[in-house]
């Protein structure tokens, strides 16, 4: 099967969050069948991490259009193992500090979905699914089957297209002067409201009417999104797709996180040493943070510093857990909302000894809190999926999470029972109250040693992997060309 990801992130290349890694991870996971090719198609933009291929291939420039704007991509192929990246560069869209955030970011996205069209065209390459992520690519869809010059090529005669929403927040609105403009579509496609939402074009809600197949990145947050409650109000649109759209949860890389083999850890350990292997990793990362162990356990957090992130549930119940009483240590890595970085700070400044924060990012520190911390805090307004609850367990290292979208569908949450799986700890209402039951029932976990065992061996044991994962699109894509496994 010929597959093609268009993604305007992927790993080693670029990343801004969780949308890399997914990209990545299943197209890693697909192409290691060989009867599968998988081209992952992706911007190269200024900071993209190039050196991460062992040889980049030069293969010149493809002319590209938008309307009166006669363009150009210049491309580049890479290769690790048998996954193939298209490196699509053009200096003016590209050649800038940051991955988005510009008041032309549909307009460099818009020339990314045209260029990647080209780039088949170019390469000859006839892809049986057309996979593509998020808003930023969410027009290609309707471009296939509305512009006589793809409907009409039979190099997509045979195309399926599969549109994945990672993060429904963005929408893609501009607009609709641009239909025309940016993708040479008639205005009849905003007035008979195929594309229209909000009064505005959305490139999301396109690719959700025209792509063949639909998913999310949890079955929960499917569900979510078809309710009616649901902030993101793509109730509508996405009940008359319902029979076509579904639920896939994301795994996790599990060759870069794995314990046994992981070079940024102090010691390595499995599923039996992992009690010295912790031990020793806790020493080092406290020891990295300036800090010494109290009688209470470790609550880490790595993560944007957002509004999404419960980050303000923290703050406001962090005082009961690192004080005399229970003498817990918290550490947090991460950056974002500097009203929100700014408190963080205040809270290390105001618990010096309990406290460590570092303002950023480090992969290799991020390495070591998975390994070292006791808990991994996830109190999340909303989350679509969610990937470090699922490292955590991978490190032994229990995730709080309040039950939201993936953390749903990833946590089984300690309850005291004895008899019961768990392998991690939830709490439902996103208020300091919820937050506080989760890291309570974690305190009192901590210092009941084997029941702490059990459940931390639940976690080390559950499989997070992207073969599962990978398996449920490849039977979503066999379905969507109509055809048997």
């Known amino acids: 099967m010929n597959i093609a990801m ?74 690790l193992g048998r996954l193939r990246y298209i490196l699509i560069g053009n200096s003016y869209y590209f050649d800038r500090p940051s991955l988005y955030g510009y008041h032309d970011d549909c307009e460099r996205f818009a020339f990314f979905g045209n260029a990647c069209l080209a780039a088949l065209r170019f390469l000859k390459f006839a892809p049986d699914i057309l996979h593509v992520h998020d808003w930023q690519v969410g027009m290609v869809p309707c471009l296939l089957k509305e512009k006589d010059e793809y409907k009409n090529d039979p190099l997509f005669a045979h195309t399926k297209t599969v549109l994945t929403i990672h993060n429904p927040a963005f929408k893609g609105f501009i607009d609709r002067y641009f239909l025309a403009d940016f993708w040479g579509l008639p205005d009849s496609l905003y007035d008979n409201g195929q594309v229209r939402f909000d009064n505005m074009v959305s490139t999301l809600k396109a690719g959700i009417v025209y792509a063949d197949k639909i998913t999310t990145v949890s079955p929960t947050h499917r569900n979510e999104l078809l309710s009616p409650y649901s902030d993101q109000h793509l109730n509508g649109v996405l009940e008359l797709r319902k029979d076509d759209f579904q639920g896939i949860l994301n795994g996790i890389d599990e060759e870069e996180w794995n314990p046994a083999h992981d070079a940024y850890l102090a010691k390595t350990y499995t599923a039996k040493t ?49 004080g005399p009483n229970v003498e817990g240590t918290i550490l947090i890595l991460g950056s974002g909302e500097y009203a929100l970085e700014r408190r963080v700070q205040a809270l290390r400044d105001a618990y010096p000894s309990r406290v460590g924060v570092y303002l950023g990012y480090q992969n290799a520190l991020s390495h070591l809190i998975y390994a070292g911390a006791d808990f991994f805090l996830m109190p999340s307004l909303f989350e679509p999926c969610g990937i470090s609850q699922m490292i955590a367990q991978r490190y032994g290292t229990l995730p709080i999470v309040r039950y939201t979208g993936g953390l749903r569908d990833t946590v089984e949450g300690y309850d005291g029972d004895p008899n019961q799986y768990a392998d991690g700890i939830g709490f439902r209402d996103y208020d300091l109250g919820g937050l506080t039951y989760g890291m309570s029932k974690a305190n009192e976990l901590y210092h009941q040693p084997e029941e702490y065992a059990r459940i931390v061996g639940n976690a080390l044991r559950k499989d997070n992997s992207w073969k599962k994962s990978a398996a449920a699109y490849l039977r979503l894509y066999h379905e969507a060309l109509g055809k048997e496994e």
């Open 6 to 79: 268009l993604a305007s992130e992927a790993l080693p290349l670029s990343k801004t969050g969780g949308l890399a890694d997914v990209v990545y991870a299943l197209s890693k996971e697909l192409a290691k069948d060989p009867k599968n090719e998988v081209i992952i198609f992706t911007p190269n933009y200024r900071n993209a991490k190039i050196n991460a291929f062992p040889r980049l291939k030069d293969l010149g420039e493809i002319a590209v259009d938008l309307s009166w704007r006669h363009l150009h991509a210049h491309l580049w192929e890479a290769k």
């Open 274 to 322: 992992w009690k010295e292997g912790k031990e020793t990793n806790q020493q080092q990362l406290l020891s990295t943070f300036s800090l010494t162990k109290g009688k209470g356990p470790i609550y880490a957090m790595v993560s944007r510093l957002s509004w999404q992130k419960g980050v303000d549930l923290l703050l406001e119940a962090a005082p009961q857990f690192v």
